[in-house]
């Protein structure tokens, strides 16, 4: 534009084109303003825009100080609007002989470059435009500076503020608004067809919040933090996890102690009445390995109870995946072991020499080896590992378990639920063989209860969040491991204890002839 020139690191630029500027002083500037926006006339008109972001490097005096100021800046080039409307508001002013007669405006406009310190200097300059910082010295033309219009925001006209009433100059505010500015908490929106001053106000998208008044875009938060209500600040999230203090940890914590007593009560039971019919029959040794991974099956409900840790993270899913397979391989051995004893009993049976313990623990050691291998598999490859979930909630950090993989852990209860199943069908078909202890009925119920509750675990475990997933996974244990206690073992504990008579060898005897 005519008349108009620009200084930018020791060059004048103008309609006549780029020249280096001459120094008027034989003093240097030690810290030399690198933008500046500059037409000459009678009167001048001062102003800071805030158009370009300097990253200042901070002085701590604990190193050797860097040689250079600041990194290389980022231009936000919508703010240059600002630079363009006073330019054209001064020469409509200067066009028009009626406002001003005989007198000619010009402006002379700085970057606060969003730094306290440059707000400082560039205001001083406007004032003293020198080459040393003695207030009053005039080493450049004179100015004329009549009135300093307020920087963009409120902090830079404070700051202005600080210098300009010193020396009595007027600050005039930005006023070329056509509505009131959006508050924290919301962005601008332009209005089509309107004034370019013109706009509304839209709220922050969810995630997002903007601090300051007329703001153009919203930003989110820190991966730690979440919006406020009124979404103009950021608040620090909480951790989360399901631990030993909380009124539903408090609770699982004492069902599961209390189901391990009550399994060590009838592991007492048995042991102590250990030559008894009811405990002899279909294989004692299973029945002990039974009842022992029952009891680490309440005990490893502890591991997902409180933060995870590495250790923790690495049992959790395995510990509980081969201790239930070697619940469900125990109850396949008995089932499997009843069915062969019968047919063994045909004349001719080429089954009798399966009979014996040699069978039972060859399933139970099989069928353990296999959720062995895919779990020895899992961590090798993918283990899991603790984990922050940011994103699931939305003012809380969830500490969590991560599967490592997904696919090796669907795999895991893949196979369990598979085992379970077989054992379901085989029972179910043994049911009514006629052996007065024949436990395939009780075995079928526990084991019907057993598939319920894991069919209903899936779709519960993928649809809650945060530490509930981890409640819903220690319920699911206690409720199967209790069903299994309760269906098999109820039934034989009241014989011995309550109606002994029928723990008798004689009774047994004349109830199946």
Same mark, same amino acid.
């Given at each position: 534009?005519?008349? %108009? ?17 001459? #120094? ?13 926006? /500059? ?50 508001? $001064? ?11 005989? $007198? ?50 409120? =902090? ?45 106000? =839209? ?12 703001? #153009? ?7 730690? %933090? ?5 979404? =103009? ?44 019919? $009811? ?37 959790? %899913? ?9 619940? $469900? ?164 504990? /009241? ?19």
């Amino acid at each position: 534009m005519e008349g %108009q020139s620009m200084k930018f690191l020791g060059f004048t630029i103008n309609a006549q084109g780029i020249h280096p500027t001459p #120094d008027k002083c034989s003093a240097k500037d030690p810290l030399p303003v690198p933008h500046e926006w /500059y037409q000459p006339g009678d009167f001048l008109i001062g102003g800071i825009v805030s158009q370009i972001l300097y990253p200042f490097y901070i002085t701590t005096f604990q190193e050797q100080p860097s040689l250079s100021l600041f990194e290389v800046p980022e231009i936000i080039t919508k703010f240059y609007q600002h630079v363009l409307a006073l330019s054209f508001a $001064v020469n409509e002013i200067n066009k028009s002989p009626k406002i001003l007669p005989n $007198v000619t405006l010009g402006f002379h406009i700085y970057d606060s470059y969003y730094d306290e310190r440059m707000t400082y200097r560039t205001t001083l300059d406007l004032l003293f435009k020198g080459h040393t910082f003695v207030p009053s010295y005039k080493c450049d033309v004179q100015r004329n500076v009549i009135a300093i219009i307020g920087g963009l925001s409120g =902090d830079v006209s404070l700051r202005m503020v600080d210098i300009l009433g010193l020396y009595k100059s007027p600050q005039v505010p930005p006023l070329s608004l056509c509505n009131d500015p959006c508050p924290p908490g919301y962005l601008k929106k332009r209005k089509e067809g309107e004034k370019f001053c013109c706009y509304g106000c =839209d709220l922050c998208p969810d995630g997002k919040t903007s601090e300051q008044k007329d703001m #153009d875009n919203c930003i989110e938060c820190p991966e730690d %933090q979440y919006p406020n209500e009124n979404q =103009d600040g950021c608040i620090l999230k909480m951790l989360s996890f399901l631990s030993y203090e909380e009124p539903l940890g408090i609770s699982l914590a004492s069902v599961a102690i209390f189901l391990t007593l009550i399994t060590v009560l009838v592991l007492s039971i048995f042991i102590k009445y250990k030559d008894t019919p $009811v405990v002899k029959a279909n294989n004692r040794e299973i029945t002990y390995a039974l009842l022992i991974s029952l009891l680490l099956c309440f005990l490893c409900s502890f591991l997902f109870l409180g933060q995870p840790r590495e250790m923790t993270c690495l049992l959790r %899913q395995s510990a509980f995946s081969i201790i239930f397979s070697v619940a $469900v391989s125990c109850l396949l051995a008995k089932t499997i072991t009843v069915v062969v004893a019968f047919v063994a009993t045909k004349p001719g049976s080429s089954m009798r020499k399966w009979v014996g313990r040699r069978l039972a623990n060859s399933i139970i050691f099989s069928c353990s080896l296999i959720q062995v291998g895919i779990c020895v598999l899992w961590l090798g490859t993918s283990p899991p590992s603790p984990s922050l979930d940011t994103q699931s909630l939305r003012g809380e950090i969830v500490a969590e378990c991560s599967k490592g993989s997904a696919t090796m852990f669907y795999i895991v209860l893949g196979y369990l639920g598979l085992l379970s199943l077989i054992s379901l069908n085989v029972a179910f078909l043994a049911r009514k063989l006629p052996d007065c202890f024949n436990e395939a009925k009780f075995i079928t119920f526990s084991m019907l209860m057993f598939c319920s509750v894991w069919l209903s675990f899936v779709p519960t475990y993928l649809s809650t969040k945060g530490k509930y997933t981890v409640a819903v996974e220690i319920f699911s244990i206690l409720a199967s491991s209790a069903g299994l206690l309760t269906c098999i073992f109820c039934p034989k504990c /009241y014989i011995i204890l309550v109606k002994p008579q029928l723990n008798k060898r004689g009774q047994i005897i004349r109830r199946n002839y």
